[in-house]
């Protein structure tokens, strides 16, 4: 499932009908919050003034100065009352334009008070405030103001303090400019950061939520432990089969035949929780109908830099795959029960027949091959008896080596093989085959031989060609079929010694199999100490290499 991703939303900082130098300063800001605390912050220090000349008493107009006073206590009501958040923000800097001309009258009426290092505090409102306009506005104010009261006081003043109040004027609005520059830079910098971090929360917000719907819709249970051993992720579908039925808050767990209890400690959880890693353990959970066989599987989570951060365990419901498993099991071993009886009374009538006077040399001949082929046939059934078992282990077969001569098997295994060989128009070549002993079984060897050499043909294509080889080494004799049948793919290549498995571009074909017959060849010459390998290309042929000891191990040469 494609899941597009959300398209990325651009934080816009602007505000409607106002200058983007004031934006970027009180885009977000609270306009009347901002002006009353910079009014109230002004008439504090104005009181604290008029306070300390009341009681010292003032040598100029004293009405020219508490009338100063009384124009800032409006200006600082005006900063209250009205509404700065519904009118446009340049209105906000009449207020310290106000307080400007308000200082002015004050150090008209009082020129040698020092009342104009008050205009500092409007000059500072109008640079933080209001931009490179009210940075560039408040000096201009502030010296034209300082500049009329002068002129029009005509004081002395000294020659110092003529220039130090325009520098000192200059200098704080100058800082003040540039840290409020600064301020709002990184102020908006943290804005589009936390409005970015916000997408992005949302978009693993919506991707968590779209894996846990994901996952829950799945049959199959997953889980991501800790290294702590809690689960950071459970699907329902986990909780569900380890919890077993639903009335079932913590059922009993068996292995998988259901015949023993599990430790606690043995509990694919538990060893999840050690630190193990495994592949197919199966547990049954509960007992009778509401039973369940599951099979766990865990995998470790490497970090890059080697860490173990935990494990991933998948859990499924095998119980319709393992109940299927032991009916298929019993049935094979019911009809392999069943063709006992017949096969031994085939055999002995056989016997018997062989043993009759006056039968021809020729069909006497046809009733050896008979004979030997229904003695094999049975040797099959019991074979096929044992791999059914409900063991996960190989066929149980027995081996009784000798020193053997391995043409005279391949010659016979050829002879049985070549009217269904006919039938299809299939040669079978023997140039190859060169004089070869070996240490084996003979019984055993001609029933891997029949098995070979039955897939060769049966899996050819109509006028194809099996070629069978021999040769003989120091320590091994090797046997090969050589067939230009439909070949095997990598699957193929894997499991075709599995029991019960069929390749792949036979499974829908009409070829009959049961897939036992390579399982069954190669156990029985890894018995002999040897081994069985196969060389294959999908739609040009297969060749299916025997190797078995020259000599009994351990005698003279070996």
């Known amino acids: 499932m494609d899941i597009e991703a959300p398209e990325r939303t651009r934080a816009t ?6 200058p983007r130098w004031i934006d970027a300063v009180l885009s977000d800001g609270d306009r009347a919050r901002s002006a009353m605390l910079n009014q109230i912050v002004i008439t504090s220090v104005v009181l604290i003034v008029a306070l300390v000349g009341l009681a010292v008493g003032l040598q100029g107009d004293s009405g020219l100065f508490f009338l100063a006073v ?3 206590f409006v200006l600082t009501g005006v900063a209250i009352v009205v509404p700065w958040a519904s009118i446009p923000p340049l209105w906000v800097a009449a207020i310290p334009i106000g307080d400007i001309i308000a200082i002015g009258l004050m150090r008209t009426a009082e020129p040698t008070g020092g009342f104009g290092l008050l205009w500092v505090f409007p000059v500072i409102w109008l640079a933080s405030g209001f931009g490179t306009a009210g940075w560039i506005g408040g000096i201009v104010l502030s010296l034209a103001a300082y500049a009329t009261v002068e002129l029009i006081t005509r004081a002395a003043p000294s020659s110092f303090g003529f220039v130090l109040l325009p520098l000192l004027l200059i200098a704080v609005s100058t800082s003040t400019y540039l840290s409020s520059r600064r301020a709002s830079a990184q102020r908006l910098l943290l804005d589009r950061q936390a409005a970015v971090l916000t997408q992005s929360l949302e978009r693993a917000r919506r991707h968590e939520q779209v894996l846990t719907e994901a996952l829950d819709r799945v049959d ?10 809690s689960a950071s992720i459970i699907n329902d579908a986990h909780a569900r089969l380890q919890r077993g039925s639903r009335s079932s808050a913590a059922p009993e767990v068996f292995t998988a035949d259901g015949a023993a209890a599990i430790d606690p400690e043995e509990h694919p959880m538990a060893r999840v929780r050690r630190g193990e890693a495994f592949t197919d353990a199966r547990i049954q959970v509960g007992t009778g109908e509401t039973r369940r066989v599951l099979s766990v599987s865990s995998r470790r989570v490497i970090e890059p830099d080697g860490r173990d951060s935990g494990a991933v365990v998948v859990t499924r419901d095998v119980t319709a795959e393992t109940d299927a498993s032991r009916e298929r099991d019993a049935l094979v071993s019911s009809v392999s029960h069943e063709l006992r009886t017949p096969l031994t009374s085939i055999l002995g009538y056989l016997e018997l027949a062989m043993d009759t006077p006056g039968v021809p040399e020729a069909a006497l001949e046809n009733l050896r091959v008979a004979d030997r082929n229904a003695d094999q046939l049975l ?3 019991g074979d096929v008896l044992a791999a059914s078992s409900q063991s996960r282990s190989a066929a149980q077969v027995t081996v009784v080596p000798e020193d053997v001569d391995l043409v005279e098997h391949v010659n016979a295994a050829v002879e049985s093989i070549l009217v269904s060989a006919s039938e299809r128009g299939i040669a079978i070549d023997v140039s190859r085959v060169e004089p070869a002993r070996a240490y084996a079984d003979p019984v055993r060897i001609r029933q891997v031989l029949d098995n070979l050499l039955s897939n ?6 109509p006028g194809g060609r099996v070629s069978v080889a021999t040769s003989v080494g120091d320590q091994w004799s090797i046997i090969a079929v050589q067939d230009s049948g439909v070949g095997l793919n990598e699957e193929d290549l894997g499991s075709v010694f599995q029991r019960y498995y069929r390749g792949v571009a036979v499974r829908d074909s009409a070829v009959t199999g049961n897939g036992l017959g390579l399982a069954i060849s190669r156990d029985i010459v890894r018995r002999h100490g040897g081994d069985i390998t196969v060389s294959s290309v999908l739609g ?9 000891p020259t000599r009994r191990p351990g005698g003279a040469g070996a």
């Not at 060769?456 to 294509?461: E, I, L, M």
């Open 540 to 548: 040009v042929g297969s060749t299916f290499t025997v190797t078995l």
């Open 70 to 72: 009384a124009g800032v």
């Open 220 to 229: 199959f249970g997953v889980a991501r432990i800790e290294t702590d051993g």
């Open 456 to 461: 060769a043909v049966k899996y050819n294509r």
């Open 13 to 18: 900082y602007v505000l409607p009908n106002s």
């Open 379 to 381: 040797r099959l059934v």
